[in-house]
């Protein structure tokens, strides 16, 4: 039998007054797999995290973490959850400095090292935007 997916956002839909943010969107992540979600402004990607990471509220849809129902009601709870996420703005991809990329690194053996988990989903999070401030500077 297959294992279930890390993550599963089923049919998630997100109004918002006079617009529909998320219209029955469907996203599965298994372990091990690495994603970015793209899209012009506007096309919901901030939402969607949001609503994983519980800052938002889904109108409608269902989420499911290793295949159990997930509930969450605040950031706290999708933390406890081993859920979090990080965004690299583009702007400062140009001007970031070897610093700024070793305190990224810091940052992630922090949350690797906190309670002696941490959610796939961040870590990957960190790593793309990482190897893309990495590429980067070796660009320059």
Partial sequence: MDRPYAIEMLHITKRFPGIIAND?????LKKGEIHALLGENGAGKS??????TCVERMTQGAITLDGAPFHGKSVRDAMDAGIDWSQVPVYLVGVITAAVVGYLCIRLLKMIADKGKFGFFAYYC???????LILTIIKK
Avoid: R
């Fill in 126 to 132: 960190w790593a793309v935007g990482l190897l893309t």
């Fill in 47 to 52: 939402t969607l995290i949001k609503i994983l």
């Fill in 24 to 28: 029955d969107i469907t996203l599965q």
